[in-house]
């Protein structure tokens, strides 16, 4: 958006009439800088397309992940629990357990590290 000759503002681009014709050479400047450069160094080209995921939107996806990830751990923990490990020493029951109980905080500490990862 520009002002026009007589204060108003217009909305346009380049060519399109915003500077009402009088070769306003300060919004043809601006307009022609914000031009499409291929050659423009990475850090001067659109980054829309590829933005790095924001620490907000991490923490949303963990969560969600999280929410998802640790009932079908347990059931899946306590399914293999009531099942055949029931046949087993009882040795080798504690063990399953200590494992089963504990195994699930290596996804959840990697997935948490991501999600506290820095912008």
């Given at each position: 958006m520009s002002r026009g000759h007589r204060g108003h503002f217009c909305i346009g681009t380049f060519g399109s009439g915003g500077s009402h014709g009088k070769g306003d050479s300060r919004s043809r400047a601006s307009?022609?800088?914000?031009?499409?450069?291929?050659?423009?160094?990475p850090s001067e080209k659109s980054n829309e397309?590829?933005?790095?995921v924001t620490r907000r939107t991490r923490k949303l996806i963990g969560t969600l992940v999280l929410i998802l990830f640790l009932p079908v751990y347990v059931w899946f923990?306590?399914?293999i629990g009531m099942g055949r490990i029931t046949l087993?020493?009882?040795?080798?029951?504690?063990?399953?357990?200590?494992?089963a109980g504990l195994l699930w905080v290596l996804p959840a500490g990697l997935l948490i590290?991501?999600?506290q990862r820095p912008d």
């Amino acid at each position: 958006m520009s002002r026009g000759h007589r204060g108003h503002f217009c909305i346009g681009t380049f060519g399109s009439g915003g500077s009402h014709g009088k070769g306003d050479s300060r919004s043809r400047a601006s307009t022609q800088s914000r031009a499409w450069n291929p050659v423009a160094a990475p850090s001067e080209k659109s980054n829309e397309h590829n933005a790095p995921v924001t620490r907000r939107t991490r923490k949303l996806i963990g969560t969600l992940v999280l929410i998802l990830f640790l009932p079908v751990y347990v059931w899946f923990a306590a399914a293999i629990g009531m099942g055949r490990i029931t046949l087993a020493p009882a040795i080798v029951q504690f063990f399953f357990f200590i494992v089963a109980g504990l195994l699930w905080v290596l996804p959840a500490g990697l997935l948490i590290r991501w999600m506290q990862r820095p912008d």
